[in-house]
């Protein structure tokens, strides 16, 4: 249990004990027992507003519920003080000895800090990425690759069961259209007058593509008679070369997946024709002008949605219920997935169909990744996959390395239009937020390098807290014992953003603790004591970075 809960349950024994000697009435469970942080450190680690919310209940004044609690919440060892100030804010000062205490867990629990256990844990689909298989990533699919695996990180070391998947998009007209350009590439290589298609997808990465189907697969073409078999044939072999590279580029980005689910097996195994006949039964359908509606409308859409057009042929939105559908099946408690920005319209639509399929729409999440701004001297570069005018998700790996991407895309929050500097990203300095950070764990690394040619016999078991006993330290002690309840908290809302925003915290707050104190001296129970202190500070630094999927190196 972390320290924010911990305090939760302290208020509630202490509601208890007060309803139990009859100096306050009971009010049951209307009133929250919520744990929030003030406004400013002064006024306390912890607040409670219980006072506040539950007066009209109680018939009493918020200052006299307060003074109650307060007298029944000191009793508890984890707390120094409780402050209670008008007009009834209930102000916690956590203990200097749980504080040293903690820190000593820190450091004996290490990679382990921080991780919490379910008796029942939540078994989570969590897609995201599911670019197009027409081509290569680009800098949105970057960013929902470094979001949605820290979001799974976070949940599974909050004690969850996370499945990484990805949908591969490989049915439909845009394949085609693929295997099209493809082929009049692969034409114009042999020398062929061919016309390129109206629409059809431009850019390098289409010509490299076809001299790889050329070399290798120019037998099995000359064997396939006829123009339409021919192109669905190319547009296959398209296909599972953009797919090929998209896996490569990501497990150079540190994400791997369970799964990479196909869209087209959906339709071949007759999924998503029989997923029309279940909403057919549940009477939220109708049919109108030969095509076949969903009663959207009914879920607050702004209008009802094609299931089936005029032609027979199925829309997406079709194919995506049926694919939510085989989550359901494969026995998942909560779906979540991250979409595009162009995609916020869909929500209401799929969370309706779902619910009208009887799936309990709470246990559906769907996070936008909102656009990305590339920005180089200044200037925005233009992305569009069709013209050929864009940065890769390989171009900016390149440019600027795993860690750095990954930190600079899940710095902001996922809804947030995201400005990357690529100038800042390039810089070895600590204007550059991941340089700060991996300087700060490489410092500590250092010291204990300095301490071990210096003989320095160091035991945390032996660290005396007295020498902890200064602002400093005791500001840097609070952060590491939020460690915990910082992850659970970001992965409860998914915003991976906020473990960003409490590593540079800890960080600043090291850099302040070093400037002022000497860590190495002649004081050899001093000198342990900080050493203590710096070494658990790594190691959440280190968890922290690793939820990031950024390294934490040890010299630098």
């Known amino acids: ?51 506040l919310e ?16 307060a007298k029944y919440m000191e009793a508890d060892r984890k707390i120094a003080s409780v402050d209670v100030v008008k007009p009834g804010f209930i102000n916690i000062f956590i203990s200097r000895e749980f504080l040293f205490e ?44 470094a979001v949605g695996d820290t979001i799974a990180n976070m949940l599974e070391f909050a004690g969850d069961i996370v499945d990484r998947e990805f949908y591969v998009n490989d049915y439909g007209n845009q394949v085609l259209l693929l ?4 082929l009049a590439r692969i034409r114009e290589l042999r020398g062929e007058k061919c016309e390129f298609p109206e629409e059809g997808y431009h850019g390098e990465y289409v010509r490299e593509i076809a001299a790889h189907i050329a ?57 998503v024709t029989g997923m029309l006949d279940r909403m057919k039964s549940s009477n939220s359908v ?10 959207s409308t009914d879920f607050n859409d702004d209008k009802d949605r094609v299931l089936m057009r005029d032609d027979g042929r199925p829309t997406y939105f079709l194919a995506d219920i049926a694919y939510h559908q085989d989550k359901i099946d494969r026995g998942y408690d909560l779906i979540v997935d991250i979409w595009g920005p162009d995609h916020h319209g869909h929500i209401t639509r799929l969370a309706g169909a779902m619910k ?13 990744a909102q656009q990305v701004n590339l920005m180089m001297e200044g200037e925005t570069v233009k992305m569009s996959k069709r013209l050929g005018q864009f940065s890769t998700m390989r171009d900016l790996l390149e440019e600027i390395g795993t860690d750095v991407a990954r930190y600079f895309f899940v710095m902001r929050s996922l809804e947030s239009h995201l400005d990357f500097d690529l100038t800042l990203a ?52 609070k952060h590491l014992a939020r460690f915990p309840e910082e992850v659970a908290d970001a992965a409860n809302t998914f915003e991976p953003h906020r473990i960003t925003t409490f590593l540079m915290k800890v960080a600043q707050a090291f850099h302040k603790f070093y400037t002022e104190h000497r860590i190495i001296t002649e004081d050899h129970e001093r000198t342990v004591a900080y050493l203590a202190l710096s070494d658990a500070t790594r190691v959440v630094m280190s968890n922290g970075l690793r939820l990031l999927g950024v390294s934490a190196p040890e010299q630098m």
Request: charged fraction near 30%; charge should be neutral; aromatic fraction near 10%.
């Open 1 to 51: 249990m972390n320290l924010k809960s911990e305090i939760s349950l302290i208020v509630s024994r202490a509601i208890e004990s007060a309803v139990g000697d009859g100096l306050l009435a009971d009010p049951c469970e209307t009133v929250e027992r919520k744990v929030e942080y003030p406004r400013e450190q002064k006024f306390g680690d912890y607040a409670v507003p219980f006072a």
């Open 54 to 69: 539950s007066a009209k209940i109680l018939r009493k004044s918020p200052m006299e519920i307060g003074g109650v609690l």
């Open 102 to 145: 903690n820190l000593i867990r820190v450091i004996r629990e290490r990679e382990s800090y921080g991780r919490a256990s379910r008796e029942w844990p939540r078994k989570i689909n969590l897609e995201f990425v599911s670019a197009n298989p027409t081509g290569p990533l680009n800098i949105v699919s970057a960013r929902a690759a």
């Open 179 to 182: 295997g099209k350009s493809v």
């Open 215 to 271: 070399e290798h697969e120019a037998g099995e073409m000359s064997r396939i008679g006829g123009e339409e078999t021919l192109v669905e044939f190319v547009a296959k072999k398209a296909v599972e070369y953009n797919v090929a590279g998209q896996k490569k580029d990501l497990e150079g980005f540190n994400v791997s997946f369970k799964t990479w689910f196909s869209e087209k097996t959906l339709h071949e195994k007759g999924a």
């Open 286 to 295: 109708y049919t109108s002008e030969g095509k076949v509606f969903f009663r």
């Open 356 to 368: 009208a399929i009887g799936f309990d729409e709470k246990n559906l999440k769907i996070l936008i």
């Open 426 to 477: 390039k810089k070895e300095s600590s204007e550059n937020p991941v340089f700060y950070l991996q300087y700060a764990h490489a410092r500590i690394c250092s010291l204990f390098r300095e301490a071990e040619k210096r003989g320095v016999a160091y035991d945390q078991e032996r660290a005396f807290r007295e020498h902890l006993d200064n602002e400093e330290s005791l500001v840097l002690m």
